[in-house]
């Protein structure tokens, strides 16, 4: 794809994920991987505003080359990216379902969700909690690098999550897929439900293993 197409879709995708309420306000943030560098979306900038001339362009050090201000959360994409070489995408959102999730007491924080459903298996896989930092944090980022390497998606505790995917539909789709399962979840809680069984998740994987 090239820059100015991956710009487009970088708007649209924004636009398509603030008009469903995925993101409200200024929150939630997309990236994209350049031969060089990579594309992020502004600080302070709603994603229905976006302007793809407006984009941040950095180099492969971070540094601003052209563009507005990147969002203060920059380094959560950087550390996924620099973990993941296969990674072309990274969305970070305060969607709400997820954003409930994370603020839950006494989860499993090697993996946040269970096996609701088969395309959440394939899509997301397993999703560790990241301990609470103040946002811009360095100790955020570091505690992300060190899960980034094993696990795409992971769910920082009382803010959201971080989804990178090996093209900008990919992690789009992986982190509605979360965030649809945090609905989910939190609407079976007083329910007595049948999740995936281990057997079931491990047939799913074996099926299709994750890129
Ligand atoms: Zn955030």
């Known amino acids: 794809m090239t820059e100015t197409a991956l710009r487009e879709a970088i708007v649209r995708f924004g636009r398509s994920m603030f008009e469903r309420g995925l993101t409200v306000g200024n929150s939630g943030n997309i990236s994209a991987r350049l031969d060089d560098g990579w594309l992020m979306t502004p600080t302070n900038l709603a994603l229905d505003r976006l302007d793809p001339a407006q984009l941040s362009k950095l180099d492969g050090d971070g540094r601003l080359l052209s563009g507005d201000v990147p969002p203060k959360e920059s380094f959560l ?105 945090a609905k989910l979840f939190l609407l079976l809680r007083q329910e007595k439900t049948r999740f995936l069984t281990a057997a079931q998740v491990a047939e799913l994987r074996r099926r299709f293993p994750a890129k």
């Open 77 to 181: 994409h950087i550390a996924m990216y620099r973990e993941r070489a296969a990674a072309t995408a990274v969305v970070h959102l305060h969607s709400t379902y997820s954003v409930a999730v994370s603020c839950l007491a006494d989860v499993d924080a090697a993996d946040v969700l269970p096996p609701v459903t088969a395309y959440y298996v394939m899509r997301v896989g397993a999703l560790p909690l990241i301990p609470y930092y103040p946002p811009g944090d360095a100790d955020l980022a570091d505690a992300v690098r060190k899960l980034a390497g094993k696990h795409h998606a992971v769910l920082l505790a009382n803010h959201g999550p971080v989804v990178a995917g090996d093209s900008l539909e990919a992690a789009v789709n992986a982190i509605e897929e979360l965030e649809e399962t």
